[in-house]
């Protein structure tokens, strides 16, 4: 979306309910006012102030404000790194299937390849998977592993 008014954000969130169903069981925001509406319209979850305005849901709503717990970075980080390589790619937002794919090959190159200087310049891999030993060409090697 081009911008956060409320009815864009239902438009989205009753998007990801479709796709989802039941499953989700909590939904985490930052600190827009306009949520709280938002989610009881597109979760159907119930008004503190109205308790038989809607039906009582189990979805929780967890509200993290960035300034206040520093937990915005690494995701916006990711977004940055996202939007600089998806930019440059013309019919990239046409296609969901080639968004998929791209998108993989992105979090395995975010997690497989990519040194981030908050883990001592390792990968995600590296400090998750130890045993994992990839050679200088990990795509070459990642791929081999996923052959067997």
Known sequence: M???TNENLIKVMKR???KVGE???IVTTDGLRGYPRVLRKAFSLQSPYHASSRTKSKIVHNVVIADERGFNYP???LHNTIRERTKVMRGFHGCIESAHVIMKGLEINY???RKHMSLG???PAEVAIPQLELGANKWLDLIKISKV
Do not use: P, S, W
Request: no cysteine; hydrophobic share 30%.
């Open 2 to 4: 081009r911008n956060r």
């Open 16 to 18: 990801a309910k479709f």
């Open 23 to 25: 499953q989700v069981e």
């Open 75 to 77: 995701i916006e980080r």
């Open 111 to 113: 997690n497989f390849n």
């Open 121 to 123: 310049k390792k990968t």
